[in-house]
């Protein structure tokens, strides 16, 4: 690590008090060019303990940056981790509201839930298949605190991999039940479709990202607890949204699940 202790809770204190606020700033990087994926990571996790110590719970886990169209769209090669606080959570069909985001945008995700612990290192896609309990459409919604959504890895390890809210719903599947390398998957927004893709863009296999999470958290001495909520990453590139907005994914085999923009 690069940056000391006090200079990594300053950095969550602002870029935490962004989200919550929901005001933009520059890029960490700007001012701290030396620091590293440690530092990165450290400024994410005190993030997260800031939240649970307000009373916050972590109801989920995230990976980013998973599929080649969003690595291009970003300019970035590598996928991110993160978590989901509770109200990040939005109820199927509920509403999300604008005013508390920046810059929202979307993502068509498959969501996973595992019914036993996985723990990397050697963590692979049969392993995360094996331990999963089913799988679910998800729709993520980021929102980068940064400016123009200009940021390089590091700063957006940083600011939780712009984690802001989700919904998960449609038709619970066992993951032996669907080739989530060719499931398909429509993004409507306003009753027109906006976004397709199949799961094979997430890394080639989605389970393959929960895999690499499983093997991130191994590497840092934890592990993917049996019940933990996993969204796989975007399939598509994120599209923006603004009030008035209502985006429905429909995910073949496993229904549709939806959210509307106030």
């Not at 606080?85 to 945008?105: F, M, Q, R, T």
């Not at 392993?127 to 459409?137: H, I, S």
């Amino acid at each position: 690590m690069m940056l000391d202790q006090d200079t990594i809770a300053k950095l969550a204190a602002h870029l935490e008090d962004c989200e919550l606020k929901a005001k933009d700033t520059l890029k960490i990087t700007n001012d701290h060019p030396e620091m590293d994926w440690e530092d990165a990571y450290a400024i994410q996790d005190e993030i997260r303990r800031r939240k649970i110590a307000r009373g916050n719970r972590i109801v989920g886990l995230k990976a980013g940056l998973t599929s080649h169209a969003k690595m291009k769209q970003m300019g970035v090669e590598t996928p991110v981790f993160g978590f989901m606080a509770d109200y990040y959570a939005v109820p199927e069909g509920g509403e999300c509201k604008v005013s508390d985001l920046i810059h929202p945008k979307i993502e068509p995700e498959i969501a996973f839930v595992t019914k036993r612990a996985l723990k990397g290192p050697g963590c692979h896609i049969g392993a995360v298949l094996a331990a999963t309990d089913f799988v679910l459409p998800g729709i993520e919604v980021i929102d980068s605190r940064y400016r123009d959504f200009n940021f390089d890895l590091k700063s957006v390890i940083a600011d939780n991999t712009s984690a802001a809210r989700f919904v998960v719903g449609g038709q619970a599947v066992p993951a032996s039940e669907v080739d989530l390398r060719t499931v398909g998957i429509v993004l409507e927004k306003n009753g027109k479709q906006v976004a397709f893709g199949a799961g094979a863009a997430v890394l080639g296999h989605p389970a393959a990202a929960i895999a690499m999470l499983a093997n991130h958290l191994g590497a840092r001495g934890e592990e993917l607890p049996a019940g933990t909520l996993i969204l796989s990453g975007g399939i598509t590139e994120a599209v923006a949204v603004q009030p008035g907005d209502a985006v429905t994914l429909r995910v073949q085999g496993m229904g549709s699940v939806g959210m509307r923009f106030v």
